[in-house]
């Protein structure tokens, strides 16, 4: 297959595909700065609503609290990058679409490690690794623990959560090239 040719409509619908993503991958000093500022926000939403609920095993709250705070790390960057593409640089739509994606990234990412962790508790029940069983035993042990969590985990970002998303949303936004 031939490459498009510059002054084509293809080209110019590739050059512009292209300079979406280019203008949707924040620097790495926004990348590397931006993900500690979001966990360490997160984990502090997280650890200040888990001491107000009444928890006062510190240890247990430090253990809830690190999954809060990987999660916001490793949904940070991605998030960003989706929300900057799906506004395709108009500011008047980065905010939303950050919002959205910061949102929902950070709440499947920390999901997604809760699940992860319900697994290794039950994986001494489980049978053979990558057998019929273990497969459906793997897929509703992750489903149920996502569930659960967010049936009961997301209280944890909430009300503060929304303040520092909406902070967060538009910081990036500000930061849009």
């Excluded at 247990?60 to 991605?78: E, H, Q, S, Y």
């Excluded at 042990?141 to 659960?148: E, I, L, W």
Aim: proline share 4%.
């Amino acid at each position: 297959m031939s490459r498009p040719s510059p002054g084509s409509a293809q080209g110019a619908q590739a050059a512009g595909i292209a300079g979406w993503l280019r203008g949707a991958v924040p620097s790495a000093r926004d990348a590397v700065l931006g993900s500690v500022a979001w966990a360490l926000a997160i984990g502090a939403i997280a650890a200040t609503k888990l001491a107000w609920s009444g928890w006062y095993d510190p240890e247990r709250i430090n253990f809830i609290t690190f999954f809060f705070v990987l999660g916001g790390f490793l949904a940070f960057v991605p998030a960003i990058c989706l929300g900057r593409f799906l506004s395709r640089g108009r500011r008047d739509a980065g905010f939303a679409a950050t919002f959205l994606a910061l949102a929902v990234g950070t709440i499947g990412a920390t999901a997604f490690l809760f699940g992860l962790q319900y697994r290794l508790y039950y994986a001494a029940w489980h049978e053979t690794p990558f057998s019929v069983g273990w497969i459906f035993q793997f897929v509703f042990t992750m489903g149920a623990a996502v569930y659960q969590f967010l049936a009961l985990g997301v209280r944890a970002y909430l009300p503060l959560g929304l303040v520092a998303l909406a902070a967060f949303s538009f910081w990036n936004v500000r930061r849009m090239r």
